[in-house]
């Protein structure tokens, strides 16, 4: 493989947004299928991650297809369900939004934690991860779930070997956190702006 796993999400994230500015939803959730190799590399430790995250690109991505010149643009999906007012239902885009931009915090605040923190086990890094993203939205049992998965965490040196292909890996991490970390932030920003960024898992 040329270069690291990270190196076609670094590429996607490009074209993410259109000449003026704007999110696009084919090319932001192009990027977030990118991601899904690199969770690929943890094992059992994210199959509750991966299966949440591809589900919400897949309820996403079926609502862009329906019509892709009216959903162009990511944010619309979650404007029509606000005027709807059915944004908070769970099968929602505005869900299904909300929750692929949290686990995606907490992929970048992982990733962070690794070129911080060098002499972290894995399962310290995933813990610590997950207590400042996604565990102050999750109910009980998604909690608890989530830490015994965490504890199948692979091992630190063999999971980035793994990555690095024959790329520069801190490197690219780095760049994968301050690239990807500003598209995450507006996504929370705008979900705040029509009063989407507080939901719970129910």
Known sequence: MEGTVFRPALEGMKDVKSENGVMLTKQFLDVC???????????????????????????????????????EHLYSLVQEEVDAKTAKGSSSCTNGLLWLTRAMDFLVELFRNLLQHQDWAMSQVCTDSYSKTLKQWHGWLASSSFTVAMKLAPDRKKFLDVVAGSGDVYGDIEKFCSTFSPLLEENHKFLASVGMDGLKAS
């Open 33 to 71: 299928k990118l991601i899904l190799p690199v969770i690929d590399k943890f094992g059992a430790a994210m199959a509750i991650v991966k299966s949440d995250i591809g589900g919400n690109i897949t309820r996403l991505e079926n609502k862009y297809l329906s019509n892709p010149a009216k959903y």
